[in-house]
């Protein structure tokens, strides 16, 4: 599977971003699909996941309430509704992909990845 990821931009804080993350390959629709961000100087950190179906997901604690993933399985297309936008929420975003059935937050679980879209929060 590769994936592209799309989206990223400024926005101030209390604003709104869409995600996108497009998949060509094997059958997307039978992969789980992961959101993880990684701001400069720390780890890659789990966001949002989603099972193969759509019907399962599953998120940080961090973004909950603000952030909603989703998927077109059609399309071959997932992506991250991004709300309420803090300064903290600056980092570059990946999408990735697992063979698995439910969701995972583990990075080590995720078969594909991405390249980031950088999102920048100003204050």
């Known amino acids: 599977v590769q994936l592209q990821a799309s989206g990223g931009g400024l926005v101030q804080a209390g604003g709104s971003l869409r995600l996108s993350c497009a998949a060509s390959?094997?059958?997307?629709?039978?992969?789980?699909v992961g959101w993880f961000r990684q701001a400069p100087g720390k780890e890659r950190d789990f966001v949002a996941a989603?099972?193969?179906?759509?019907?399962?997901?599953y998120y940080s604690d961090s973004v909950k309430g603000r952030f909603t993933v989703s998927r077109d399985n059609a399309k071959s297309t997932a992506n991250l509704q991004m709300n309420n936008l803090k300064p903290e929420d600056t980092a570059v975003y990946y999408c990735?992909?697992?063979?698995?059935?439910?969701?995972?937050?583990?990075?080590?679980?995720?078969?594909?990845w991405g390249q980031g879209t950088l999102v920048t929060v100003s204050s």
């Open positions: 390959g094997r059958t997307f629709s039978t992969y789980a």
């Open positions: 989603i099972n193969w179906n759509g019907r399962s997901t």
């Open positions: 990735a992909a697992a063979d698995t059935v439910g969701v995972v937050s583990s990075a080590l679980r995720y078969d594909y």
